[in-house]
Every structure is written in C-alpha cells, then in structure tokens.
C-alpha cells in the first residue's frame, strides 16, 4: 500500500486496486444522483413547502449552522429557546432547539415535521420516543402531514427500536436519515448521514482563513485523545515513541474519556488541529468520530483507521465499502491505513513534502469538506421535497 502514497500526487488514490471498482460505481451514483437532483429541483421549483425542524439532539445544531449555514437567535448557546429560519430552494424551513422546546409547549407552524433525536443508548432512546409520540399525535389529529427523523444512532448500529415507526413498517415516518454505516441504508426512505463535528462540546463554524491554507505548521501530526487498554490506540502511541515520531506530532493521551471540555483543553484541541499537517483518527466503539470533521474544517488531513468494529454496523444492500460508506462515496480525500504501523512511512513522505505541496492539498481538502456540506444539503432537501411533496399522490 505504502507504493503507492503519493501525498503530493493529485491523482493519489487512497483505496486499493480491488475497491477501485466499488469507487467507479459510487462515483457513477454519484453522478446519477447529481442529474436527479438538478431533475428534481427543476420539477419543485413551483411549491412550496414550509418544514420545521425540532432539534432535540446535538447533531441537529450540525444540520443547521455546518451544513445549512444556518444562524440561531439568540447567539447564546446556553439558552433555553434558540430558533432560525432560512428560505432553501422552494421550501421554508425553521429550526427550533434548546431545552425549552418540550412536547406540547410550542407551536407547530409548519404541514411537514423533522424530529433531531438521539438514539445513541437506551435513557436517549427513551426520551426520543416521547417525541415521536407526540409526532404521531400531530399526524393523527391532522396538525401535520408528514414526519422525518434524523437520528444520533446507537455506535454499533443497534437501531432496532426506531424501525417500528417506519412508514414501511406500518409506522408513519416517512424518511429516516442516520449516523454510521447502519446496514438497513437503503437510499429509498433511509439514508446514511454524517456524524459531523461535537457540537455538544460548541465546536464552531470554522471559516478557512488565509493563514490556515498558507502558513507553514509546527506538527507532522496530532492525536488528543483518551487511550483505552488493549486498544489500537495503545498499538499507536507505542509505534509513535518507538521512532522518536513522538516528537515531531502534537500527542496528548489521557487514560479517562472528558465528555466536557475545560476552556483551555478546547482550545488546545483547536490549537492542534491548526498546527498539524495530519490528524490521526484511530478507532474507538466506531470508526467515524468526530475528530474527521473537525479536522477537516481546520485543514488537517485525516489519517484515518480503516477498519470495521464489533457491532451491528457494515455493507448496507446500496453500498459494499464499509465503514464510512458516505464520506468514501463522497471521495474524500482522505489517507486511509489498515494499521498503524503503515504509519512511520507516511510520516517520512511528510517531512519531504514540500510546502507548496502542503498548501494544495489543504486546498483540495477544505474545497471538498465544502462541497461535502453543500451535497448533504442539497440532498436532505431534495428527499424531503421528493417525498413530502409526492408520498400523497401515489
């Protein structure tokens, strides 16, 4: 594999020559799906459609100020009502968040609903099925017309509880949109979507500067992160150390998970990510984390954990390239390994890189991220279009 590493090579192609023909055919879905969308958006550019979205999960704020671009008011991120609204194609949507919207005690301005949940272990799923319920009343007694869900799901993949509501279950959610390579993928009514940055720990809207793409940066790479017993992590720092590489990258390891971040341990963080030409993303309880978006809106290069784990994650019937079947759909130019000791070659390519080079390939990968967005944009309003607009007629 390490052959064919060429960092500074435009054409450099992460995957190996056996998956070359799974991203041949990902990119002609790609390419279908591009001339669907323009289809669609010609046909729909006559209605209108007012959606509200109900963010009861961290991710929803993702969706709306990383992907929509969306504000919220107040600006504040610890109030307890925060809301923002943005006209998208032909439709109106509006999003509403924070601890005050409960059930009962808001109005519903709009035909067509989105429920933000978390279903990530059983106390959220518990309280995610309250909103669905109150959802479904709405439907019942007319308030609304139609319900999609965007789901925070369980790190192995143990979704079963969310399929019941599935209108193809004889449920009444119409379009399923979930985190990691959930296997019932299907790209008909549930489709894969990205994890994205941690918003819980107010990880920002990252806006690239000029000295982000062009000053010369202080690490080969960083890892920030807890190291668990007998995991690959371990398997990473040891090989980091063995070779003096230790000295070269930015490594903080702590042995205890932080949900919260203190000021100062943020700001190292952010500070990492900006001082590092790589950024390594080992696996935890699943392969995407967090840290492959937030490393991207910094112009970091992933370095990426190519593996599967346990769980019920894996190849769904549309795609066979798993794990992070939609960011290697979406051709993300990322380096993937199979283990960490392809490492220290990459590492050596790195320190003759030049920083020209450098400086397109943050270009190239700050231009995808990009586009990346603005595709899961186009995308989620297309599916909602398609089938708010049409699930009545047939």
């Known amino acids: 594999f390490t052959d064919h590493v060429a960092l500074g090579n435009e054409e450099w192609n992460p995957w190996d020559a056996d998956e070359k023909n799974e991203l041949a055919a990902s990119q002609q879905r790609y390419e279908a799906n591009l001339k669907m969308i323009k289809y ?37 991120v610890t109030a307890q009502w925060r809301e923002g609204s943005q006209n998208a194609g032909k439709t109106y949507f509006s999003f509403l968040t924070g601890p005050s919207v409960v059930p009962g005690y808001f109005s519903v301005e709009a035909e067509h609903v989105v429920l933000v949940l978390n279903g990530r272990e059983p106390a959220k799923v518990a309280y995610a099925t309250q909103w669905l319920h109150y959802a479904q009343t ?20 143990n979704n079963a509880w969310i399929q019941p509501y599935l209108k193809r279950n004889g449920g009444f959610v119409n379009l399923l949109f979930v985190t990691y390579d959930y296997a019932f993928v299907n790209e008909e009514d549930i489709f894969q979507w990205p994890l994205g940055v941690a918003t819980y720990r107010n990880f920002p809207v990252v806006e690239p500067s000029w000295s982000m793409l062009h000053d010369p940066r202080s690490y080969l790479c960083n890892f920030l992160g807890t190291v668990y017993k007998n995991s690959s992590r371990e398997t990473l720092i040891e090989i980091l150390k063995q070779d003096g590489l230790d000295k070269l990258c930015w490594i903080a390891a702590r042995e205890q998970w932080q949900p919260q971040e203190t000021n100062a341990s943020f700001k190292n963080y952010q500070d990492a990510l900006l001082q590092s030409d790589l950024t390594l993303c080992p696996v935890g309880i699943n392969t995407e984390c967090y840290r492959i978006y937030e490393a991207c809106s910094y112009g970091s290069l992933p370095v990426i954990e190519d593996v599967m784990t346990p769980g019920d994650c894996g190849n769904s019937s549309m795609y066979h390239s798993a794990p992070l079947q939609l960011l290697k759909t979406m051709g993300a130019p990322f380096i993937f390994i199979k283990n960490w000791k392809e490492l220290p070659a990459i590492l050596e390519k790195e320190k003759k890189m030049s920083l020209q080079e450098k400086i397109q390939r943050r270009k190239k990968l700050l231009e995808w991220y990009r586009n990346f967005k603005a595709w899961m ?12 607009l049409h699930s009545d007629k047939g």
């Open 40 to 76: 669609a958006r010609s046909h729909v550019e006559q209605t209108s459609l007012r959606v509200q979205i109900w963010g009861k999960a961290a991710i929803g704020l993702y969706l709306w100020q990383h992907i929509f671009g969306g504000h919220l008011e107040p600006g504040d």
């Open 138 to 157: 709405l439907l019942e007694t007319r308030k609304i017309q139609h319900a999609a869900v965007v789901l925070l799901g369980n790190e192995r993949c």
């Open 377 to 388: 944009r186009q995308k989620f309003i297309n599916t909602l279009e398609n089938s708010f």
